[in-house]
């Protein structure tokens, strides 16, 4: 069965310092997602890609985060200037279309310094 | 803006028992979804109930609907440990525009079976 793949599974990072997370979606799906969790806390929606662009961002996803799609398969959430309550398992998802549920991938843990 | 609030939190069942996880939600959801994570991992996709009085059984859990309540209910039939896990509901908003699917997720059942 076809899968969401993120890269890396843990990065470290020092403070202020820039990341980049990768997500392969599921080829044919036309919907993108990233959340993020805290530990121990709820899932957190940060924002959803459509027709390659924006389509909806939470308060999270401030001017230091930013998508991209820069070929038919990659799908990468930046963060430019890395602070501490950034550290999070960030999930991507991806959703086909209608009413489908949102597979979601294994996941990155962001571990800030 | 929908909130998702589940109930209980934390349950702790004997193999073999019943329990009734509760998810509320405080606006007009287009659909709830429910979905498990293990400890560590990604999360799986279990339900989606698209309408009032939907019901969906896959093994020993149950996932029905009540839009007018404003209330979806994860139903547990005679647990064993393989269901230890933590589940979440999450509903999709439209404000009366286009959805593009942003899940607002509960906060999570942490469920514990023992033997």
């Known amino acids: 069965e076809p899968e969401v793949t993120q890269t890396p599974s843990h990065q470290v990072t020092q403070m202020g310092q820039e990341v980049i997370l990768r997500c392969v979606p599921i080829?044919?799906?036309?919907?993108f997602y990233w959340y993020r969790q805290i530990l121990g806390q709820k899932v957190e929606f940060l924002v959803s890609?459509?027709?390659?662009?924006?389509?909806?961002k939470s308060e999270i996803f401030d001017d230091q985060f930013s998508v991209e799609r820069p070929d038919g398969s990659n799908f990468t959430l930046k963060i430019r200037s890395t602070k501490l309550e950034d550290s999070a398992m960030y999930f991507c998802?991806?959703?086909?279309?209608?009413?489908?549920?949102?597979?979601f991938g294994d996941g990155t843990r962001l571990s800030i310094l | 803006e929908l909130k998702v609030e589940q109930n209980p939190l934390f349950l702790s069942m004997q193999e073999g028992k019943n329990y009734t996880i509760y998810c509320n939600y405080s606006?007009?959801?287009?659909?709830l979804y429910w979905y498990r994570q293990d400890p560590g991992k990604s999360l799986e996709s279990l339900f989606v109930?698209?309408?009032?009085?939907a019901v969906k059984q896959e093994g020993r859990l149950m996932a029905s609907l009540d839009t007018k309540a404003r209330l979806s209910t994860l139903h547990i039939t005679a647990a064993v440990h393989d269901l230890s896990a933590t589940y979440f509901c999450?509903?999709?908003?439209?404000?009366?525009?286009?959805?593009?699917?942003?899940?607002?997720f509960g906060q999570g059942t942490i469920l514990t079976v023992h033997p």
């Open positions: 998802a991806s959703r086909r279309t209608g009413y489908q549920p949102q597979h």
């Open positions: 080829s044919n799906h036309l919907y």
């Open positions: 890609f459509y027709n390659n662009e924006i389509s909806e």
């Open positions: 606006t007009t959801s287009d659909r």
């Open positions: 109930l698209l309408s009032n009085g």
């Open positions: 999450a509903g999709v908003f439209n404000a009366g525009g286009t959805s593009y699917g942003k899940l607002t």
